[in-house]
């Protein structure tokens, strides 16, 4: 795990994100942060390894069953990612506003390569989730029907 790829795309002296390091930490922490960029879309990250691992979410996460989400796999984020909020400026990766959507814990189910399953306990985002890779960077995100 590395910061290398978030630190090469940023400028630190011209945008306002945290440079960050690796952050170990016994913490279940997530975070969407809702991205006015060219594209509105969700940045749904899990804190896992000492960093943020990432997701650009295109739709508005899923609240119900039923409803899948295409998730992009992005460079992970430092931890103090997790209560950014603000604007990062025109000319910069990821130029646009960035403010938080949820924010919450998690408790970690399965992990594989291919499979992350997890109980969300956010404002907006409760329940058991899966993120499901089928194509490279190309995840699933969704909410899992509670048993009956």
């Known amino acids: 795990m590395s910061l290398n790829l978030y630190k090469k795309k940023r400028n630190f002296?011209?945008?306002?994100?945290?440079?960050?390091?690796?952050?170990p930490s016994q913490e279940s922490r997530f975070v969407v942060?809702?991205?006015k960029a060219t594209h509105l879309h969700y940045?749904?990250?899990?804190?896992l390894d000492g960093a943020l691992k990432s997701w650009a979410v295109p739709k508005e996460p899923p609240t119900e069953p039923g409803i899948r989400r295409l998730a992009v796999a992005v460079?992970?984020?430092p931890v103090d990612y997790i209560s950014f909020e603000g604007t990062i400026p025109k000319g910069e990766y990821g130029a646009g506003t960035v403010q938080i959507w949820d924010r919450g814990t998690f408790d970690l189910k399965?992990?594989?390569?291919?499979?992350?399953?997890?109980i969300l306990h956010g404002n907006k985002l409760q329940g058991d989730?899966?993120?499901v890779n089928f194509k490279e960077k190309n995840w699933l995100l969704f909410r899992v029907n509670p048993k009956k």
């Open 110 to 118: 399965e992990r594989t390569e291919k499979v992350l399953s997890f």
């Open 75 to 77: 460079e992970d984020h």
């Open 33 to 35: 942060q809702k991205h």
């Open 43 to 47: 940045d749904f990250r899990l804190e």
């Open 13 to 23: 002296k011209t945008t306002p994100e945290p440079s960050g390091e690796l952050k």
């Open 129 to 131: 989730y899966r993120l």
